[in-house]
């Protein structure tokens, strides 16, 4: 383990040359892991003997990275903020995108109602002009405000950097188990009741990791449903476990994308996403983590931004159902885009 201050010098010289790297806190941990290495391009498929980090986009037919290191190094983390600020941040894209995003929405409503889709993750992407902060100051700054959540940075000369807080596992597999969560809905207070709508979206979740573990797994186990922080905001999640001698590629090839992530059914989802979103996802709702061929920890990657020059852009997301409404989804994707717009922001 090294000092803070030459840990982030490091991330920093890493930067400034242009050398792939990630860095990355697991959610409550104290430790800080920056990876140096060779990252090389490709799908999942392509990595099945080999170990490293992944950073894989959402599209599964779209090339990742697999990132296998040279360099380890490890910093000692120190939380410092104890409270989260409620601060909202409020940006000009705001304004603009809120129309657009309504009426995207109130067609996915009609479009569930008239067809076999049950669920549709919408989502969209604020862009932001940002000061001179260096990304490794950024990224302190996440780690602070998210102690409880996937942190990490990712560096690619081909992508830029890639920065986010993921509340949400996709998988871990170890010693032949899978620990795997259905994460849906989302409120600001906690005091505010659950609805019939939102707990039917995080069951929706639920239901569809089960039967597509089913053809692979054995002693498939659902817990109980808890409230969950994550940020300044709170969602319904359930762990589910199950028993399986397959590869870490096979089943991430069976969960990814979840239906947090894309809807149900998914391959409707999917092809509804890819029709009406009119912007490329690329990582955002893909999956990033420790890969190798019979054990991985991986996370989706959602509450992610990136950065490229001086321009961020925030990535942000929300399940829509028969029951939702459309401006409720506007404040909740408002609601979500804070995690990210308070790490850049300097009030």
């Known amino acids: 383990m090294i000092s803070q201050f030459k840990f982030y010098s490091n991330l920093n010289f890493y930067l400034k040359n242009k050398e792939s790297f990630v860095v ?14 060779d ?27 697999l990132l296998t290191p040279n360099i380890t190094t490890e910093t000692e983390f120190q939380l410092k903020i104890s409270n989260n600020s409620n601060q909202q941040v ?26 076999e889709l049950e669920k549709v993750v919408c989502s969209s992407i604020f862009n932001v002009k940002l000061n001179s902060n260096s990304s490794i100051e950024y990224f302190k700054k996440l780690l602070q405000l998210n102690h409880d959540a996937f942190c990490y940075l ?117 092809n509804y996403i890819n029709q009406m979103e009119n912007y490329n996802r690329s990582f955002y709702t893909g999956f990033m983590g420790l890969f190798e061929k019979n054990s991985c920890d991986i996370y989706v990657n959602i509450r992610c931004a990136k950065i ?17 409404n459309a401006l409720d989804e506007w404040t909740e994707i408002v609601n979500k885009s804070q995690t990210m717009l308070g790490v850049f922001h300097n009030g």
């Open 24 to 37: 990355y806190k697991k959610p409550s941990h104290n430790k800080v892991i920056c990876l140096r290495g």
């Open 39 to 65: 990252a090389v391009d490709g799908q999942i498929n392509d990595f099945d003997n080999k170990k490293g980090f992944l950073f894989m986009p959402f599209d599964s037919e779209k090339k990742g990275y």
């Open 90 to 115: 409020s940006i000009k894209e705001f304004n603009s995108k809120k129309n657009s995003y309504i009426n995207f929405i109130e067609k996915t409503i009609n479009d569930i109602k008239s067809s």
């Open 154 to 270: 990712f560096y690619h000369p081909e992508i830029g950097v890639w920065i986010g807080a993921s509340p949400e596992k996709l998988i871990d597999l170890n010693n032949n188990i899978i620990t795997t969560f259905a994460l849906a809905a989302t409120k600001k207070d906690m005091n505010q009741s659950w609805t019939d709508k939102e707990f039917r979206e995080q069951k929706i979740v639920e239901e569809q990791i089960v039967n597509d573990l089913g053809s692979v797994c054995t002693n498939i186990e659902t817990g109980a449903l808890q409230t969950v922080k994550a940020g300044n905001i709170f969602h319904l999640k359930s762990v589910i476990k199950a028993r399986t001698k397959k590869s870490s590629s096979t089943i991430i090839n069976i969960l990814h994308p979840t239906p947090a992530v894309a809807g149900t059914p998914k391959s409707k989802a999917i």
């Open 308 to 324: 490229v020059d001086d321009n961020l852009s925030v990535y942000v997301g929300g399940g829509i159902t028969k029951d939702s």
